[in-house]
């Protein structure tokens, strides 16, 4: 490929991505932002440096009531940007915080059942420096699971260790653990899975990623798959699938670099961060849907009320909200209006 460019403004600085761009400054301004807002259903806690001292955040999000240690809580644990490159897992990943903190009456509902943690950048250093895949060190961190080294991985390190920590804990289910990544060739949203020997787990595992699919128009089946390839032995999802309790489910959450086919149109759209921020909180309101089948969430509210763009304005290079919290006014989602394609 090439292409010829004009740098047309001498004072201007031009940059070159190959997609949106996430820093680990953009990351840290949004999670300040959220700090400031005084949720008591959110909170941040720093799990341990980086090799170059820089923060692994970890999110918190649910209702206080949640906080009492005697109650047994179902936990879904979200990790995003273990390979630094693949910035469209961050605004995936801004997408389902974004959803989550809101008033939508899902979030609400998630809130007061579900205790959501999200660890949404595994690999600061690698982002910072602007390396593609691999840590300060020169690793792969996705391929370090099984034995993560305190000083070589420490961020992997303390993820795993606080994940057993939770499996361990009597009083705490760990129902779910997605891994969010970008994809470099193929289009879509898509999951990857494990597979079993016991056939009523593996088909366990399969509900959610059907039910995501009716959420979200860019979410495909078709490029979901289960494999246990010995290549991807030391990935999270492969890992934590063997070190778990066999309840949890563990995937990798795949998103397209450049678009999405969608079978109403067939038409190939472009991922815009928009794009990408709405595949994120689809992937929240599904839990609704999961937690319903299972029988741990009572018939309402419905997921079918659409949630829509939270808008952001430019400050520089900052990213805030345009209002303090986003709104979700129930007139907006009348099916009357999604049928209309609002
Ligand atoms: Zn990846």
């Known amino acids: 490929m090439s292409f010829a460019f004009i740098f047309d403004r001498e004072d201007d600085v031009y940059q070159f991505s190959y997609c949106y761009p996430y820093s680990y400054t953009r990351l840290q301004n949004y999670l300040d932002n959220l700090e400031k807002r005084n949720m008591d259903y959110f909170s941040r806690e720093l799990l341990c440096l980086t090799v170059q001292q820089r923060r692994l955040d970890l999110i918190t999000i649910t209702h206080p009531d949640n906080q009492d240690p005697e109650d047994t809580k179902r936990v879904v644990f979200v990790t995003a940007r273990v390979h630094p490159g693949e910035t469209p897992s961050s605004f995936v990943c801004q997408g389902f915080i974004d959803f989550l903190i809101s008033n939508h009456p899902v979030a609400k509902t998630l809130r007061e059942n579900i205790v959501f943690k999200v660890v949404p ?7 910072y420096l602007g390396n593609y895949r691999c840590s300060l060190m020169g690793f792969d961190l996705n391929r370090h699971w099984q034995e993560p080294s305190p000083w070589a991985h420490p961020t992997l390190y303390a993820t795993k260790n606080l994940l057993m920590e939770y499996d361990r804990d009597q009083k705490l289910v760990v129902d779910f ?15 990857y899975g494990n597979t079993f020997d016991d056939i009523d787990r593996y088909e366990r595992q399969s ?22 390839d010995a290549v991807k032995a030391g990935t999270g999802r ?10 949890a489910h563990c995937y990798t959450l795949e998103v397209s670099f450049y678009s999405y086919q969608t079978s109403s149109t067939g038409q190939a759209m472009p991922y815009t961060e928009e794009g990408y921020m709405k595949l994120g909180r689809n992937l929240a309101r599904t839990f609704i849907d999961y937690y ?16 829509k763009p939270i808008t952001y304005r430019r400050d520089r290079n900052l990213q805030e909200r345009s209002n303090s919290e986003p709104q979700y006014d129930d007139k907006h989602f009348h099916s009357k209006h999604d049928r209309n394609g609002r």
């Open 292 to 307: 319903k089948l299972a029988g741990v969430i009572s018939a309402k509210p419905s997921s079918s009320i659409v949630p």
């Open 207 to 228: 509900v959610f990623p059907k039910l995501l699919c009716a959420n979200a128009e860019d979410f495909s089946l078709a490029n979901t798959n289960f494999n246990r």
């Open 238 to 247: 492969r890992t934590l699938g063997g070190c778990l309790d066999d309840n």
């Open 177 to 191: 653990f997605i891994d969010l990544h970008a994809h470099s060739t193929l289009m879509n949203g898509f999951m």
């Open 121 to 127: 950048m595994l690999n600061p250093d690698g982002v």
